[in-house]
């Protein structure tokens, strides 16, 4: 009789408790999230949503998670919220999203109802395929793009902008994780057309093969091309060895457009050094810490110094949607030191400098922006606009590289 009653109150026990019964308690695993969000993210005033609206509405969804993989599924769709590649929850497994922008290769942008192609990765398995710039998405992986939306979102209830939707169509574009893509399209001059595409990770892990910079001349000018490998201290190397082979050249194009999973300061502070005669400062930041909210945090300075050899020639940076997080910081970096050009389209907007947190009793890990970050001028990193370069029409030719030749050559 006994034993009859303890099964039965063991059925009748909430569904949460499954995952509490395993030293995992969502409650408190909840309240951990908000916490380590409002001590620690120096992004929260300026969130595009309501973050106490937020807290609401998905607070039950997380405490009744019955898993603790399914409380992860209940956060990945929070963070969507703040459309901020730099706001990260693992763990992650195959039937998640690809991380933006490192598993990404096509951007679009809302004009009118549509969701239009306006950048392409050069290079990408999207690059080799039949989609255009112009291209307006029909359908992503047998769902339409209002459906793919609601899947990125959670089918929440809550108010979409079109800026969270914007949003939730590219990182439906970049797929499931290391899975196929199917990508449907319409345009003005073509009838509707499906794209079968590789994997987005694909292209960018294929890099760990191949050297870690791209380096050559043309008519005088050099030309260095960083192959997603900021993180890499032997980038350091490589680079000098490569402006050794170009001393001679009249000017030199820095190619930050292919580093969308940023690196860190130990490889872009050696490398900013080669173009500086005196210790100089390149990039400003205040830290959020618990109980001390950035606004109230001094403003800092990071400086480089020297690093020979010191190449005195004009200088012109390249940048793009895939320049992220540390080629961000080393884009407003060349800007500060004197380059005399950032060319290309807005970047990624990866914010601030990153710290990964663990909720307690659970393998869950939250990559945060918790130190804000400036432009030397004052100004947010995510502000910085480079110069715009009217694109010629033909896929095939670099517009943007093409300019800073011909501006170096001017000199």
Not at 99 to 116: N, R
Not at 292 to 302: D, G, I, R
Not at 305 to 331: C, I
Not at 333 to 359: E, H, R, S, W
Request: proline share 4%; glycine share 8%; aromatic share 10%.
């Amino acid at each position: 009789m006994i034993y009859r009653i303890i099964l039965l109150l063991s059925l009748l026990l909430p569904l949460s408790s499954c995952a509490q019964s395993q030293g995992f308690n969502t409650k408190e695993s909840w309240q951990a999230f908000v916490q380590t969000v409002e001590d620690n993210y120096a992004y929260l005033d300026t969130a595009p949503t309501d973050w106490e609206a937020l807290k609401a509405y998905y607070q039950p969804l997380a405490i009744n998670a019955t898993t603790q993989e399914e409380f992860v599924d209940v956060l990945q769709v929070v963070k969507q919220f703040f459309i901020d590649p730099h706001f990260n929850v693992s763990p992650l497994n195959e039937a998640d999203y690809s991380v933006t922008p490192t598993g990404s290769d096509i951007w679009v942008e809302k004009q009118g109802d549509d969701f239009v192609i306006t950048r392409i990765k050069a290079g990408s398995a999207a690059a080799k395929s039949q989609l255009a710039l112009g291209d307006m998405i029909v359908g992503i992986d047998g769902e339409s793009t209002e459906a793919a939306i609601q899947r990125v979102f959670g089918n929440t209830s809550l108010p979409l902008t079109d800026a969270h939707k914007t949003w939730a169509v590219n990182v439906a574009l970049g797929g499931r994780r290391n899975q196929e893509r199917h990508i449907e399209v319409a345009s003005d001059f073509d009838d509707a057309k499906r794209v079968q595409l590789a994997a987005s990770y694909d292209a960018i892990n294929l890099l760990r093969t191949k050297a870690p910079l791209i380096v050559k001349q043309k008519e005088g000018i050099g030309y260095i091309r960083f192959n997603n490998n900021l993180g890499n201290s032997e980038t350091v190397r490589a680079f000098k060895e490569a402006l050794e082979s170009l001393e001679s050249t009249q000017g030199l194009v820095i190619d930050l457009r292919n580093t969308p999973s940023g690196g860190n300061t130990g490889v872009a502070e050696p490398i900013l050094g080669h173009f500086v005669n005196a210790k100089t400062a390149y990039q400003g930041y205040k830290i959020q810490n618990a109980g001390k909210p950035y606004q109230e945090a001094e403003l800092h300075l990071a400086y480089v110094t020297p690093s020979l050899p010191y190449y005195s020639k004009p200088v012109v940076v390249l940048v793009g949607h895939w320049t992220g997080s540390m080629g961000e910081g080393m884009a407003i970096g060349f800007d500060a030191i004197g380059a005399k050009a950032v060319i290309g389209t807005p970047m990624a907007d990866l914010l601030g400098g990153i710290n990964q947190f663990q909720l307690p009793d659970s393998t869950i890990t939250l990559e945060l922006g918790f130190e804000r970050l400036y432009h030397v001028n004052g100004s947010y990193r995510e502000d910085f606009v480079p110069q715009a370069v009217s694109w010629d029409g033909h896929t095939a030719s670099d517009s943007e590289l093409n300019a800073a030749i011909a501006l170096l050559k001017a000199i």
